[in-house]
């Protein structure tokens, strides 16, 4: 007897051991398709010119949508007392709607984002839309603009990056360093093109991307997102590390099954085992994380699962879409909205709301709501996990700034198991996921002390 479970505690510890191994055993670099064709029908000889691009949203759109905003509204009212907790308060997007009708003027709004220098050029089958901004001529400008990839998320735009570009394109003091930021909109997001065939997930748009930057004559360069944005820039800096000279995030989680592991032993483990002490709330207590995230994420399995379904309500009315990404926007920028009865929206928001309804008008009129939830369905994929990148880790020089209300966000330690070289881990004093928006000053400075720390490295 005694000697049989002895050979069962071995077996199963020999078992245990192999599992981990495997678990732990770091994946090939899958090689993707170079060459997919995401139009639709059969590839077709491309266009690769660049092309000038201005929103110009037809007055028939314009029109269209001031007839449903215009309809009575079919709202519920709120439960008392409930404010954000059941999601978009609708006292709150009554007078939010109210203001779209009256007091945003999109005429006027286009006409600032056409401020900034738009362009088209198509990707494999795909009319791929950004900004190109460039530091304006100027004698100052002593030293070469150094190519900057800046990538949004869901559920913004490039609107989210307005209020950071001249931050960045305008010659720092002192250093003289200044930035030429392209930010491409995703695939399926905005003015570029949605993909017609399944399957256009992070890496396929890392490789989109890479070939726009290509295009634009920049061989090697930097990369800097949140949300989606940081997935393909997490992706591209596992893919085309020698294209990468510097990848900054602010989000980010651990992606490696060792960071895993780390992120649940460290709950049982005593505090400072496994991570610094000072930043063991960001995981811990793991319970409270989890549940906090379980009942904000509800929108994440619908669109892993059935984006096409809600679509077509969000597609079809203004209000529906409004109130379907405010409540993003609430709860993403600070917790605690949820319990303001306007969900922080309307008094001392860090994002105007002029902002926040570009952003939403720009879903409209490009109808792209729901291409831009397929994303996820494309990302959770079973085709999708079984090219595991997360696991392969990248020796690009990272810097990571963990905003205080971020969504995600991770110890140093275990992200060090998939960024070997972490030049700079920050704790920004303010902001949260749409750090952009937020606090453009603030996450302009972390990005300029990240490129000036890897910078310094190169000339030493
Ligand atoms: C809703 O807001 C009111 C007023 O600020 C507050 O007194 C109440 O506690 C809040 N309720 C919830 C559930 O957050």
Same mark, same amino acid.
């Given at each position: 007897?005694?000697?049989?479970?002895?050979?069962?505690?071995?077996?199963?510890?020999?078992?245990?051991?192999?599992?981990?191994?495997?678990?732990?055993?770091?994946?090939?670099?899958?090689?993707?398709?170079?060459?997919?064709?995401?139009?639709?029908?059969?590839?077709?000889?491309?266009?690769?010119?660049?092309?000038?691009?201005?929103?110009?949203?037809?007055?028939?759109?314009?029109?269209?949508?001031?007839?449903?905003?215009?309809?009575?509204?079919?709202?519920?009212?709120?439960?008392?007392?409930?404010?954000?907790?059941?999601?978009?308060?609708?006292?709150?997007?009554?007078?939010?709607?109210?203001?779209?009708?009256?007091?945003?003027?999109?005429? *006027?709004?286009?006409?600032?984002?056409?401020?900034?220098?738009?362009?088209?050029?198509?990707?494999?089958?795909?009319?791929?839309?950004?900004?190109?901004?460039?530091?304006?001529?100027?004698?100052?400008?002593?030293?070469?603009?150094?190519?900057?990839?800046?990538?949004?998320?869901?559920?913004?735009?490039?609107?989210?990056?307005?209020?950071?570009?001249?931050?960045?394109?305008?010659?720092?003091?002192?250093?003289?360093?200044?930035?030429?930021?392209?930010?491409?909109?995703?695939?399926?997001?905005?003015?570029?093109?949605?993909?017609?065939?399944?399957?256009?997930?992070?890496?396929?748009?890392?490789?989109?991307?890479?070939?726009?930057?290509?295009?634009?004559?920049?061989?090697?360069?930097?990369?800097?997102?949140?949300?989606?944005?940081?997935?393909?820039?997490?992706?591209?800096?596992?893919?085309?590390?020698?294209?990468?000279?510097?990848?900054?995030?602010?989000?980010?989680?651990?992606?490696?099954?060792?960071?895993?592991?780390?992120?649940?032993?460290?709950?049982?483990?005593?505090?400072?085992?496994?991570?610094?002490?000072?930043?063991?709330?960001?995981?811990?207590?793991?319970? *409270?994380?989890?549940?906090?995230?379980?009942?904000?994420?509800?929108?994440?399995?619908?669109?892993?699962?059935?984006?096409?379904?809600?679509?077509?309500?969000?597609?079809?009315?203004?209000?529906?879409?409004?109130?379907?990404?405010?409540?993003?926007?609430?709860?993403?920028?600070?917790?605690?909205?949820?319990?303001?009865?306007?969900?922080?929206?309307?008094?001392?928001?860090?994002?105007?709301?002029?902002?926040?309804?570009?952003?939403?008008?720009?879903?409209?009129?490009?109808?792209?709501?729901?291409?831009?939830?397929?994303?996820?369905?494309?990302?959770?994929?079973?085709?999708?996990?079984?090219?595991?990148?997360?696991?392969?880790?990248? *020796?690009?020089?990272?810097?990571?700034?963990?905003?205080?209300?971020?969504?995600?966000?991770?110890?140093?330690?275990?992200?060090?198991?998939?960024?070997?070289?972490?030049?700079?881990?920050?704790?920004?004093?303010?902001?949260?996921?749409?750090?952009?928006? *937020?606090?453009?000053?603030?996450?302009?400075?972390?990005?300029?002390?990240?490129?000036?720390?890897?910078?310094?490295?190169?000339?030493?």
């Amino acid at each position: 007897m005694a000697r049989g479970f002895l050979l069962a505690s071995v077996l199963a510890s020999i078992a245990v051991a192999y599992t981990l191994m495997g678990l732990l055993r770091v994946p090939e670099i899958p090689s993707l398709p170079q060459n997919p064709w995401w139009g639709r029908g059969k590839p077709q000889p491309e266009d690769t010119s660049v092309r000038p691009f201005t929103i110009n949203v037809p007055d028939e759109d314009i029109e269209d949508l001031r007839i449903r905003l215009a309809l009575p509204l079919r709202l519920t009212a709120p439960l008392e007392g409930a404010n954000f907790t059941y999601g978009t308060n609708s006292d709150t997007l009554k007078q939010i709607i109210g203001y779209w009708k009256q007091e945003y003027h999109w005429k *006027e709004r286009e006409a600032k984002l056409n401020k900034f220098q738009h362009y088209k050029t198509k990707i494999e089958g795909l009319d791929i839309h950004f900004i190109h901004a460039k530091p304006r001529q100027n004698p100052n400008n002593v030293n070469k603009p150094i190519p900057l990839l800046m990538i949004h998320g869901w559920p913004g735009s490039f609107v989210e990056f307005l209020g950071i570009l001249p931050l960045l394109t305008s010659p720092e003091e002192g250093s003289g360093r200044v930035f030429e930021v392209v930010c491409p909109s995703l695939p399926g997001y905005a003015f570029s093109q949605a993909a017609a065939k399944p399957g256009l997930g992070l890496q396929e748009t890392a490789q989109i991307f890479l070939k726009l930057m290509k295009r634009l004559g920049h061989d090697r360069f930097y990369v800097q997102g949140g949300d989606w944005g940081a997935g393909v820039a997490t992706q591209m800096a596992t893919l085309y590390p020698e294209n990468l000279r510097g990848v900054h995030l602010n989000m980010f989680r651990p992606q490696t099954t060792a960071g895993k592991i780390k992120q649940v032993l460290g709950a049982v483990l005593p505090s400072g085992t496994l991570m610094a002490k000072e930043e063991e709330d960001m995981v811990y207590p793991l319970l *409270e994380h989890a549940k906090w995230l379980l009942g904000e994420s509800g929108y994440f399995h619908i669109q892993a699962t059935k984006p096409d379904t809600i679509g077509a309500a969000l597609a079809q009315s203004p209000v529906g879409l409004a109130s379907y990404l405010l409540e993003k926007f609430s709860t993403w920028t600070k917790r605690g909205n949820v319990r303001q009865p306007d969900g922080g929206l309307l008094k001392g928001f860090p994002i105007a709301l002029d902002t926040l309804l570009d952003n939403i008008c720009i879903y409209w009129f490009t109808n792209s709501i729901t291409s831009s939830m397929r994303y996820y369905a494309e990302n959770t994929s079973p085709e999708r996990a079984a090219i595991d990148t997360a696991n392969i880790p990248s *020796e690009v020089p990272a810097g990571l700034a963990a905003f205080p209300e971020e969504v995600l966000s991770s110890p140093r330690s275990l992200m060090a198991h998939k960024f070997h070289d972490i030049v700079t881990y920050t704790r920004p004093e303010a902001g949260g996921h749409f750090a952009a928006m *937020e606090q453009p000053a603030i996450l302009a400075k972390d990005f300029r002390a990240f490129v000036a720390a890897v910078e310094a490295r190169e000339e030493s």
